[in-house]
């Protein structure tokens, strides 16, 4: 079957800074397909090339087995943009918004109205249609987001950071669209700035970096490839964390990480019995432990171990 996505040697330049450099993914059609990386790791760089909205310096891209440089068009006709911010008129209406995007593509009057109708319909927005877009809750605004972007229908949705600046309920109402639109047919490629967004939405995730792929895989795969297990210990005494830091560096011999709990901090395990001993050593310190626990590394933990740096509000 034709991927969805295939780039092979993907370059794109700004100057001095290669903000794509000879970039390699193959995204296959149906499901969402996760990209992760610090800022400025070339991920927006990349979606805009897709989109056809940037030229690549070197290399190739194909979505949905069309060319995005000589067959840009074709391109343009079977896929949809929601960029991190909403792209539609607040002074106008939930059904306004639908139907001026309906007409600017070229829908009839009528067929206009109707369209929206099913969008308006498909995104729970009804009740909503005819109240003004700045009265809407930032969930409900993008949810008209995105389905102005879905107006004439797309095979493939680019959704470069769609839940940033949104409180947790509405993150959970965007999720549940997007599976909704996957279960339907659409193929998602998704950046985001929250690790767990892509956990919970994404079947494949590539980690880039300076413009290249890093690591990709299935969250399991990318968890696995880091360590059989963490090590998450709270203290009793948040002040005796850089003893504890310093402790459990050198029992179990690999780096340590502090959580944003200023009494937390964690590391890479190989099994239970190691981590136990390095609990016992912890006590033998006299460094108290309120709660500890051994689990599976999370894509936070992936992500430090990939590129050395945490990714708490990067794309």
């Known amino acids: 079957m034709t991927p969805a996505i295939e780039t092979v040697g993907l370059v794109k330049t700004y100057g001095q800074t290669r903000a794509v450099d000879g970039l390699d993914i193959t995204v296959p059609v149906g499901g969402v397909y996760g990209l992760l990386g610090p800022n400025g790791a070339g991920k927006t760089t990349t979606i805009r090339i897709l989109a056809t909205l ?78 003004l877009v700045k009265t809407y809750s930032g969930g409900m605004r993008r949810r008209v987001d995105l389905a102005a972007s879905l107006v004439a229908g797309a095979d493939l949705l680019f959704l470069d950071e769609p839940t940033t600046g949104l409180d ?78 310093r402790v459990l560096a050198e029992v179990l011999d690999t780096r340590i990480q502090l959580d944003s709990d200023e009494a937390a901090l964690s590391a890479r395990v190989d099994d239970v019995e190691r981590g136990a001993y390095a609990l016992a050593a912890l006590s033998r310190a006299g460094i108290e432990v309120a709660a500890f626990g051994l689990g599976q590394p999370s894509l936070d933990e992936v992500f430090l171990a990939l590129t050395g740096q945490t990714q708490e509000v990067n794309a």
């Open 54 to 131: 940037v030229r690549p310096d070197a290399g190739r891209a194909a979505v949905l087995g069309h060319d995005v440089v000589r067959e840009a068009d074709a391109v343009r006709g079977r896929v949809s943009l929601t960029g991190q911010f909403a792209s539609i008129d607040e002074d106008l209406t939930g059904e306004e918004n639908l139907v001026l995007q309906a007409r600017l593509l070229g829908f009839p009057r009528r067929r206009a109205r109707q369209r929206a109708a099913e969008l308006l319909a498909a995104f729970d927005l009804t009740d909503a249609a005819g109240r």
């Open 168 to 245: 947790p309920r509405s993150r959970g109402e965007v999720w549940d669209l997007v599976r909704t639109l996957v279960g339907q047919g659409t193929t998602v490629l998704l950046t985001t700035q929250y690790l767990d967004e892509a956990d919970q939405l994404a079947d494949r995730i590539a980690v880039i970096d300076h413009g290249r792929v890093i690591a990709e895989g299935t969250p399991g795969e990318l968890k696995s490839s880091v360590g059989s297990g963490v090590l998450h210990v709270r203290l009793l005494r948040p002040e005796q964390r850089p003893d504890a830091e």
